[in-house]
């Protein structure tokens, strides 16, 4: 496993700009996740991907926020509008399909909205 | 609603002073407990998986256990090396999104 890379890893950005990460997860993993992580706090879900389709979206993910998968293989999380709260880590994972499989995470994008 | 509850929120030792980490659930149709441990600024790194209650698993000084409600990550003799935050996490629904709790985090003193 080469493993699960995020680009950019820093990302600083003005109240109102739109942002856009990038997730390249493991190869032949066929499931990507995004989820958001704040000081103190554990990962909390944000979206599922099984190949190219978006299969489930957390409450905490508003109209300002899409990603997309296209082919089934890297993922982009974009935030429209950012805002003060939307600074946080965003992390990838992927995982092959199946139960019993454990999920492989990104270092993370760190994004700080000023 | 599927729940992780972790404690302590921070724990900090000497060198060499074994303790435990604690990681409550409720989440049903349990299919798995994982381990991660997160260094500042990084993702989380997978360390262990849980399956039944009973199950135990071992790497260098971390040994993680599993009962029908909780599971333990125990630390023996701890290196300054091992200091870093210990999430325990949950799959949650078909999708196997994970349902973390809010970490402990671990300092170890030299």
């Known amino acids: 496993d080469t493993g699960v890379s995020q680009n950019p890893r820093h990302k600083i950005t003005k109240r109102g700009q739109n942002v856009t990460f990038r997730c390249d997860p493991i190869s032949e993993h066929n499931r990507l996740y995004w989820y958001r992580q704040t000081l103190g706090q554990g990962p909390e879900f944000l979206t599922y991907f099984q190949n190219e389709a978006q299969l489930e979206k957390s409450r905490l993910l508003s109209d300002r926020f899409s990603a997309e998968r296209p082919k089934g293989s890297f993922s982009t999380l974009e935030i429209q509008r950012t805002e003060q709260g939307d600074s946080a880590m965003y992390l990838c994972a992927s995982s092959r399909g199946g139960d019993r499989q454990k999920a492989f995470f990104g270092q993370g994008t760190r994004l700080t909205v000023v | 609603e599927d729940q992780v509850t972790q404690s302590p929120e921070a724990l900090r030792l000497q060198e060499g002073e074994s303790s435990s980490l604690n990681c409550s659930y409720t989440?049903?149709?349990?299919?798995?407990l994982f381990w991660y441990r997160q260094d500042p600024g990084k993702g989380p790194e997978f360390l262990f998986t849980?399956?039944?209650a009973g199950e135990e698993k071992e790497k260098e000084r971390l040994k993680a256990t599993l009962t029908k409600k909780e599971s333990f990550l125990h630390i023996t003799a701890p290196k300054p090396e091992d200091s870093a935050t210990y999430l325990c996490?949950?799959?949650?629904?078909?999708?196997?999104?994970?349902?973390f709790g809010q970490g402990t985090t671990l300092q170890v003193k030299p």
């Open positions: 996490a949950a799959p949650s629904g078909n999708t196997g999104k994970l349902i």
């Open positions: 989440v049903s149709g349990l299919r798995g």
């Open positions: 849980l399956y039944s």
